[in-house]
């Protein structure tokens, strides 16, 4: 969602104490709350036990304007959010000026910390200028690019997250070179303990490429309904809370994601990954004892609350590994050409936030807000707040709760910089929904909101967890080439042995091991 502490010292001095005690404390248990092996599918620990690449980032990057989005040297997009092993996928680039070119194949992963494996190299193309399309109704951009290649997926590719990255092939040593990327998923229909569902849905929305056309740039304000945005498109450089050049064809995933993907890779849990047009149907969620939804997962088809809400009366349990989620409604569409799940539309937001808050939005952002979908704290336990963007300490409420066995945390104790740059709050009247952990989060930097993380019991004896922070998953790992987010005078400091150790903790829960 876009939008233009307290104490004595000597508490302040306590804290620190507790904490660099915890610390201390918690880095071996943590790594020691992975599951056995046994306890799992080898294909993840196997996986990673091939040799990743040292050269897999972007090295050379060029904006086509200061301060804009588009890198239009090179740069392309792909025919779907997410392929099947086995199936095909369509990949489409642009070269401007013409110029050759090569597309390098990566699986994006731990590998021994080196973050990714090159799968294969495509090419060389023959790169020319493709037309950016004007803008139509609803300003939604829709490229009908000419093809460049496909790409057959092989059966033994592992499910995850791949990157595409381009890279121009000089016809002279003395010229240099530009590189972008593509990004999709490879799925699986397989049983697996987890399920990584991508926040593809909320990388589009916030896309502005070629310009300045995202959800977000309507002129009737931020938050204004009946806009529509395409896959059919490059992603553009991120362009919301920091400057982060790696994103530059890759979505949000480098920015927010991946860290939790590297972390459990690094530690063999059985992942398989897939997009958020994957979860229309509660079958896909169900053939796993585990659904992660992970950073900004703001924008979702009904549906998707629909299937997660039927996936956790089955018996799967959740984790909201994220902030300002399930918000925007966002319904799927076919592309111009009929090719299922390619545009989403800003219909409207679930129907969580109260009639104050509503007027707020009303004011803030909108005077067409308008709520259409059912309340979402109902599947999450706690929601999006107003005001909202901000940063804050991820403070402990209930230190006996199983989630912070190991942790070495007492009740007050606080991880610093956990918690933004949206978070959830106003914790859902679910019978048996608890609160593991509140405070403030200063919203623009001075103004207090409140969060709640929270945990309440599935029907099944599963459980859906909340961390009511888009920066979760930077406790977890900070890959190559990551950079910590900035936003609203907060950060997250990185790694952290606590909540590395209470998502082993939710995680051994949720699989059995």
């Not at 508490?11 to 104490?17: A, G, I, N, Q, T």
């Not at 049983?191 to 990584?196: M, N, Q, R, S, T």
């Not at 909320?202 to 304000?221: E, F, H, I, V």
């Not at 902030?323 to 937001?349: E, Q, T």
């Amino acid at each position: 969602m876009s939008t233009p502490e307290s104490g004595g010292v000597g508490r302040r001095e306590f804290l620190k104490v507790s904490a660099a005690t915890a610390l201390a404390g918690a880095l071996p248990a943590a790594e020691a709350a992975a599951p056995s092996r046994a306890s799992r599918s080898s294909l993840i620990a196997d996986e990673n036990k091939r040799p990743g690449s040292t050269d897999w980032q972007l090295t050379r990057v060029r904006l086509s304007r200061a301060q804009g989005v588009r890198a239009a040297d090179i740069e392309g997009y792909c025919s779907k959010q997410s392929v099947l092993v086995g199936e095909s996928i369509d990949l489409f680039v642009s070269t401007t000026p013409a110029a050759r070119f090569k597309i390098e194949i990566f699986r994006t992963g731990y590998y021994g910390g080196r973050g990714a494996r090159l799968m294969t190299t495509l090419g060389p193309f023959n790169g020319t200028p493709q037309a950016v399309p004007a803008p139509g109704p609803k300003r939604l951009v829709e490229c009908k690019w000419t093809r460049t290649t496909t790409l057959a997926i092989p059966k033994d590719w592992p499910s995850g997250v791949y990157l595409g990255r381009l890279t121009t092939l000089p016809d002279a040593a003395d010229k240099p070179y530009w590189q972008n990327y593509v990004i999709f998923i490879v799925r699986d229909t397989r049983k697996a303990d987890i399920l990584l569902q991508c926040s593809d849905n909320t990388w589009q929305a916030y896309n502005k490429w070629p310009d300045n056309l995202s959800l977000y740039t309507d002129p009737r304000g931020a938050q204004a309904p009946d806009v529509a945005v395409s896959f059919d498109r490059p992603y553009g450089k991120y362009a919301q809370i920091y400057e982060n050049p790696q994103s530059i064809g890759s979505g949000e995933w480098l920015c927010f994601e991946f860290p939790l993907a590297y972390w459990l890779e690094e530690h063999g849990y059985d992942v398989t990954y897939c997009s958020n047009s994957d979860c229309l149907d509660s079958a896909q969620i169900t053939r796993a004892k585990t659904f992660l939804s992970v950073a900004h997962d703001e924008y979702w088809d009904v549906r998707q609350y629909d299937a997660v809400k039927a996936s956790i009366a089955a018996g799967v349990n959740v984790l909201w590994l994220c902030g300002n989620a399930v918000f925007g409604v966002s319904p799927f569409s076919n592309s111009s050409d009929g090719r299922p799940l390619r545009i989403i539309d800003r219909a409207g937001h679930f129907a969580g936030l109260s009639d104050a808050e509503v007027e707020q939005a009303r004011r803030v952002f909108s005077k067409e807000y308008r709520r259409i979908g059912p309340d979402e704290s109902l599947i999450m336990g706690a929601r999006t707040v107003i005001p909202f963007n901000g940063g804050g300490d991820w403070t402990c409420t209930k230190p006996d709760h199983w989630i912070f066995e190991g942790t070495g945390m007492k009740k007050g104790d606080s991880i610093a910089g956990l918690v933004g740059w949206e978070h959830h709050g106003s914790p859902a009247a679910i019978p048996g929904n608890e609160i593991v952990a509140e405070g403030l989060v200063w919203a623009g930097g001075v103004t207090p909101s409140r969060y709640t993380a929270t945990i309440f019991p599935g029907p099944k004896g599963n459980f859906v967890f909340n961390a009511a922070t888009i920066f979760w998953a930077q406790g977890l790992a900070t890959p190559p080439g990551h950079i910590l987010p900035w936003s609203h005078w907060s950060r997250p400091q990185g790694p952290d042995p606590r909540v590395q150790r209470i998502t082993h903790n939710l995680l051994r829960r949720a699989i059995g091991a």
